[in-house]
C-alpha cells in the first residue's frame, strides 16, 4: 500500500473524482479528511472510506468561505492526526442550475472556487507543510487548462497549472 499511514484532506470529494479519489488513497492506506458544501453525500463516501478499514471525517466546507482556510486545514490536521496531503479537487463549471447569472458574475464565481481557494488553500497547506519539512499538495485542473479556453472554466484551470507550478518551485527546497 503506497500510502499506508498518510493523513489526507480532499476537497470536493462527495461525488465524481473527488470520490474516487478519496477511495483509492484509502485502498492504498491513507486516512482521509472529505469536503463538500454538504455532508449528506459526504456520510456515504466516508462509510465506504470506513469499509475499507481506514479513518475517514466529512467536513462541511464552501471553497468561497476564505476566512475559514486555515481553520479548515488544522481541523482536519487534528481529525486526522497528521496532514501529509492536500488534494485541492473541488470545481465547478458555471453557477448551479437556476440561476440566471450575469457574466460577471458567473466569472466570479467559477473563478473563486477554481483558482482562487486553490490558491489560499495551497499557500496554507505549503505553510504548514513546511513546518513539518514534508507534505505532498496536488491541484487538480483540466484539459481546457492545458489547450486555453475562453471561458471562465478554461481560464481558472490554466491559472492551476500556472500557479501550481509556480509554487513548485517555491516550496521545493522546504
Sequence with gaps: MRLEGKKA????????????????????????????????????????????????????????????????????????????????????????KGQTPTPEETYDYVMDINLKAVVLISRAAAKLMESQRSGVIVNLSSDAGMRGAPSPYGISKWGVIGFTKGLAKEVSPH
Design 9 to 96: 484532506l480532499i476537497t470536493g470529494a462527495s461525488r465524481g473524482i473527488g470520490k474516487a479519489i478519496a477511495l483509492t488513497y484509502a485502498r492504498e492506506g491513507a486516512d482521509v479528511a472529505v469536503t463538500a458544501r454538504t455532508t449528506d453525500a459526504l456520510a456515504d463516501v466516508a462509510r465506504e472510506v470506513r469499509a475499507l478499514g481506514r479513518q475517514a471525517h466529512c467536513i462541511a466546507w464552501d471553497m468561497q468561505d476564505f476566512a475559514s482556510i486555515e481553520g479548515k486545514l488544522a481541523e482536519a490536521k487534528e481529525l486526522l492526526g497528521g496532514l501529509d496531503i492536500v488534494v485541492n479537487n473541488a470545481g465547478v463549471t458555471g453557477l448551479p
